[in-house]
């Protein structure tokens, strides 16, 4: 049987991460599963728990009252749902619905700034990391709204 460490380290994430580093995260993660249309977050909840995806979609969705659910971007295998685990006030700011059968690595976020905290060349390696996705995202959902709201 893989151990949670073996997954972690396939995942295109953890790619030429340190060996010590990958058993300190793996001592954080857990296999997780949500059906089509299970939330995995929502907007307003407790950033406690952030998901590398091994099967399946999750939706990010943005959340305006008394409207249906924007779709900003959709996420599939080998990619990461949520940051907002990273910085206080450690609150959703968008809502993630798997889309299909969706299997996951959930890892804590409290144990991994814990460790972070304790291992700053840890913490230093997953802010690398998360950086370039946050930028990717950023850069993303800006292209989108020049799509939508750009029309003259």
């Given amino acids: 049987m893989?151990?949670?460490?073996?997954?972690l380290g396939r995942h295109p994430f953890f790619a030429g991460f340190e060996a010590a580093h990958g058993r300190l995260v793996a001592g954080c993660a857990r296999n997780v599963r949500f059906a089509a249309g299970q939330y995995l977050f929502r907007e307003g909840d407790p950033a406690d728990e952030f998901f590398l995806i091994r099967h399946g979609k999750v939706a990010l969705e943005l959340i305006e009252p008394g409207r249906p659910p924007v779709v900003f971007a959709t996420l599939g295998e080998g990619e990461i749902v949520g940051a907002s685990w990273l910085l206080p006030p450690y609150r959703?700011?968008?809502?993630?619905?798997?889309?299909e059968l969706t299997r996951a690595i959930g890892i804590d976020a409290a144990c991994?700034?814990?460790?972070?905290?304790?291992?700053?060349?840890l913490g230093y390696e997953m802010m690398?990391?998360?950086l370039p996705i946050l930028v990717e995202?950023?850069?993303?959902?800006?292209?989108?709204?020049?799509d939508v709201y750009g029309k003259r």
């Fill in 112 to 121: 991994l700034r814990g460790k972070c905290e304790a291992d700053h060349h």
């Fill in 128 to 130: 690398k990391r998360f």
């Fill in 92 to 99: 959703w700011r968008l809502a993630a619905r798997a889309v």
């Fill in 2 to 7: 893989e151990s949670l460490e073996d997954i």
């Fill in 137 to 146: 995202r950023l850069q993303a959902t800006r292209l989108q709204l020049l």
